[in-house]
């Protein structure tokens, strides 16, 4: 884009004003600060509560003093948050029963074992729809209703259910839950990524005198890369809301999910909001790992960094 | 084992007739593309009520589809309530408000690319959370009854659709802008002339994303404290009696529910951008 003979070169405090880091960070500072007014504002009835009942005027001083600190806030500070997530990783052993990466971890084996179920589920499918007639004009509809169903509605049943048919644990209704919720994107992506060759390109092909195999493997699949990859990414982060939903109806004592139930069912809003964030790291994570494995393929693949789906 | 087979058979006829279907000039009908996914469903559930007939599987564990349907049929009061207290009350009222918010906040940010700038990687970060993990915090804000389902609701269709809204207020071209320029359009009139209009595809996309999200959000809510109305209430509960017959009416209700938002969205959407190319049949 720059063109070195017309644009002198730029210093580098231009180069970040020009960028994205100045204003994502503007941005999350103004989020900060408005939470922090937000808690000072929450909290405050508490405080002036607690204050009314013992017979002293606090000064407004005081009063924001007070809502920073407080046991059961309404709303956490922000620092609170940050103390407890620390507490609840770094300070406490990884094995230990309150600390998040733990929990972190039991979500995450449903996420990836539910992501990986979900994307074989839907690439297999959208591989049947391109190849069969009937598959497409029969099944797409239905797995596009399916979509319209909200699946948690589902997620206590398939728990009950797991259990009765003899199934242990929560692992497998979860990974249900998840595969049910990311197989959807992949399906829709996949069909067009393997409808993405060109009539040229088929023709081509059928001079080659290629069969049908040869031409999914050879011009199919790896024109669908870039497509495939655009969905990973949906369907990463719906694989961990569904993890995450399948620990939610009551039961669950282990996972991110059941440790937001535990924070919300026992009033403590600093365990929900530290297994809040440490969802919310976990999503990101996810998402830059699934961004890095498709710069790694497409590299491979010889195509450059920027995939064509977008 | 004579009920299992022969549902198994029917199966296999009807996949056989949609086979006939869709390689025959039918296929190119509109009346076929309705029959095939319909004879497709409808075998499914023979198949369905023939293995839970035929294997003898108790109803605690898989319902046949005529029981789902007796149940449905003698509990449609109980039915009509859930629907109301979550559909109408919870997830309808969240998702205009959160709608309503998104598209707000996108014009407003459409002035100064600075935020725009800022607020976008945060919004495309924050639609890839599990912001249903704030359902619990929002139900100790709010309380049990439909304020608190539709806060749920704000906040997950809140940035789909913001994101979606700012993506399409810079879709139209330089062009069709100087146009407006010649015409000393000012900023508003092109606003709403050009860029909201050209906005409105991407919009919808947002808006029908945010269907399926608004019902969960109000239904996940409610596992965290509802009166004693409402399907996500109705689920958790009939689930702990083992009235799965009542939970598979609920989810019925609840696809049913789903599927018509998603549908009359579409329908709007049909009626509003029937210039774009996705939209003209030919």
């Known amino acids: 884009m720059t063109d070195a003979a017309v644009m002198p070169r730029r210093t580098s405090w231009q180069r970040v004003r020009g960028g994205k880091m100045l204003p994502v960070l503007s941005v999350l500072c103004a989020i900060v600060v408005i939470?922090?007014?937000?808690?000072?504002?929450?909290?405050?009835?508490?405080?002036?509560?607690?204050?009314?009942?013992?017979?002293?005027?606090?000064?407004?001083?005081?009063?924001?003093?007070?809502?920073?600190?407080?046991?059961?806030?309404?709303?956490?500070?922000?620092?609170q948050v940050a103390a407890t997530l620390w507490d609840q990783t770094i300070e406490q052993k990884v094995t230990s029963k309150?600390?998040?990466?733990?929990?972190?971890?039991?979500?995450?084996?449903?996420?990836?074992?539910g992501f990986v179920t979900g994307a074989v589920l839907g690439v297999a499918v959208a591989v049947g729809i391109v190849h069969s007639r009937t598959m497409d004009l029969s099944v797409m509809p239905w797995a596009v209703i399916s979509q319209t169903i909200p699946i948690v509605a589902l997620a206590p049943m398939i728990i009950v259910l797991s259990n009765a048919v003899g199934i242990d644990g929560r692992t497998v209704p979860k990974t249900i839950?998840?595969?049910?919720?990311?197989?959807?994107?992949?399906?829709?992506?996949?069909?067009?990524?393997?409808?993405?060759?060109?009539?040229?390109?088929?023709?081509?092909?059928?001079?080659?005198?290629?069969?049908?195999?040869?031409?999914?493997?050879?011009?199919?699949?790896?024109?669908?890369?870039?497509?495939?990859?655009?969905?990973?990414?949906v369907a990463v982060a719906a694989s961990l809301i569904g993890a995450i939903v399948g620990e939610l109806p009551t039961g669950a004592i282990q996972g991110l999910g059941a440790r937001m139930l535990i924070g919300s069912q026992f009033g403590e809003p600093l365990i929900m909001w530290a297994a809040l964030f440490a969802a919310?790291?976990?999503?990101?994570?996810?998402?830059?790992?699934?961004?890095?494995?498709?710069?790694?393929?497409?590299?491979?693949?010889?195509?450059?960094?920027?995939g064509g789906a977008r | 084992m004579i009920w299992v087979a022969a549902g198994v058979l029917i199966w296999l006829g009807a996949w056989a007739l949609n086979v006939r279907i869709a390689h025959s000039a039918l296929a190119g009908t509109r009346a076929g593309r309705m029959a095939i996914p319909l004879i497709f469903g409808l075998s499914v559930l023979i198949l369905w009520e023939a293995l839970v007939f035929g294997f003898g599987v108790?109803?605690?564990?898989?319902?046949?589809?005529?029981?789902?349907?007796?149940?449905?049929?003698?509990?449609?009061?109980?039915?009509?309530?859930?629907?109301?207290?979550?559909?109408?009350?919870?997830?309808?009222?969240?998702?205009?408000?959160?709608?309503?918010?998104?598209?707000?906040?996108?014009?407003?940010?459409?002035?100064?690319?600075?935020?725009?700038?800022?607020?976008?990687?945060?919004?495309?970060?924050?639609?890839?959370?599990?912001?249903?993990?704030?359902?619990?915090?929002?139900?100790?804000?709010?309380?049990?009854?439909?304020?608190?389902?539709?806060?749920?609701?704000?906040?997950?269709?809140?940035?789909?659709?913001?994101?979606?809204?700012?993506?399409?207020?810079a879709a139209t071209e330089g062009m069709q802008r100087d146009l407006m320029k010649t015409y000393a359009a000012g900023y508003w009139q092109t606003l709403a002339k050009l860029?909201?209009?050209?906005?409105?595809?991407?919009?919808?996309?947002?808006?029908?994303?945010s269907t399926t999200l608004a019902l969960?959000?109000?239904?996940?809510?409610?596992?965290?404290?509802?009166?004693?109305?409402?399907?996500?209430?109705?689920?958790?509960?009939?689930?702990?009696?083992?009235?799965?017959?009542?939970?598979?009416?609920?989810?019925?209700?609840?696809?049913?529910?789903?599927?018509?938002?998603?549908?009359?969205v579409t329908l709007a959407e049909k009626a509003l951008t029937f210039w774009h190319p996705s939209q003209r049949q030919h």
């Open chain 1, 35 to 79: 939470w922090y007014a937000a808690a000072v504002w929450m909290n405050a009835t508490w405080t002036l509560d607690q204050a009314a009942r013992a017979g002293t005027e606090p000064t407004f001083a005081e009063i924001v003093a007070d809502t920073m600190v407080q046991k059961r806030p309404l709303l956490p500070a922000p620092h």
């Open chain 2, 195 to 209: 860029r909201l209009p050209a906005a409105l595809p991407f919009i919808f996309n947002g808006l029908k994303i």
């Open chain 1, 98 to 113: 309150r600390s998040l990466v733990f929990h972190g971890w039991i979500t995450l084996q449903a996420t990836i074992l």
């Open chain 2, 216 to 264: 969960i959000g109000a239904i996940v809510a409610e596992f965290f404290g509802s009166p004693t109305r409402g399907m996500g209430f109705r689920i958790s509960t009939e689930v702990g009696r083992l009235g799965l017959d009542m939970v598979w009416a609920e989810i019925a209700v609840a696809a049913l529910a789903g599927s018509a938002f998603y549908g009359v």
């Open chain 2, 58 to 169: 108790s109803a605690v564990i898989l319902p046949a589809p005529s029981a789902i349907g007796a149940t449905i049929a003698g509990a449609l009061p109980v039915l009509w309530g859930d629907f109301v207290q979550t559909f109408v009350k919870g997830a309808l009222s969240g998702y205009v408000m959160g709608c309503a918010a998104a598209v707000i906040v996108a014009v407003l940010i459409d002035r100064s690319p600075f935020l725009q700038k800022g607020l976008l990687p945060i919004g495309n970060f924050v639609s890839a959370l599990p912001i249903i993990g704030i359902a619990p915090i929002l139900v100790m804000w709010f309380g049990f009854d439909w304020q608190s389902k539709a806060a749920v609701v704000v906040v997950m269709v809140f940035f789909p659709v913001l994101v979606n809204t700012v993506a399409g207020l």
């Open chain 1, 177 to 233: 839950i998840s595969a049910y919720l990311s197989y959807f994107p992949v399906l829709v992506s996949m069909v067009k990524g393997l409808r993405s060759p060109g009539a040229a390109q088929r023709d081509l092909l059928k001079t080659y005198n290629a069969s049908g195999m040869q031409t999914f493997f050879k011009l199919r699949l790896p024109a669908s890369l870039p497509y495939f990859f655009a969905a990973m990414k």
């Open chain 1, 280 to 306: 919310a790291i976990l999503a990101g994570v996810l998402v830059i790992a699934v961004g890095l494995l498709e710069r790694l393929a497409l590299r491979l693949m010889g195509q450059p960094g920027q």
